[in-house]
């Protein structure tokens, strides 16, 4: 099992930065690869970023990257989103996800486990 848990979001203007963290516990954390995703109402949840379990390997959606960074301090058990430069069609809950298979791609049923979510309004 695994909960996590996102925090960090809220109100930003236009060209601002955010960071989103997402706490691990349960399983050991450095065991499993970890994604960010977001959705709007009536969208389908759209893919953003994913690290491996060691963090020596990154992915990133088209639209956010050179914006968004995803990194993770596992003796924190956390990930954490840095966003720059933030537009706003960013707005989105974000979601922080698990995959104990290490798979870093954009297939959201392929996670395991997820979090509740933290909404990000960026204003123009």
């Known amino acids: 099992q695994v909960q996590l848990v996102e925090s960090g979001g809220g109100l930003v203007q236009a060209g601002g930065s955010l960071r989103l963290s997402c706490a691990a516990s349960g399983r050991t954390f450095s065991s499993y690869a970890v994604g960010w995703f977001r959705q709007t109402p009536g969208k389908e949840r759209e893919f953003v970023t994913a690290?491996?379990?060691?963090?020596?390997?990154?992915t990133y959606a088209d639209s956010v990257k050179g914006r968004f960074t995803i990194s993770r301090h596992n003796a924190k058990n956390t990930v954490y989103l840095q966003m720059n430069s933030l537009k706003p069609e960013d707005t989105a809950l974000y979601y922080c996800a698990a995959n104990l298979g290490g798979y870093t791609g954009s297939y959201s049923d392929r996670y395991d486990y997820w979090g509740q979510g933290a909404l990000v309004t960026v204003s123009s």
């Open positions: 690290i491996t379990y060691s963090g020596a390997w990154t």
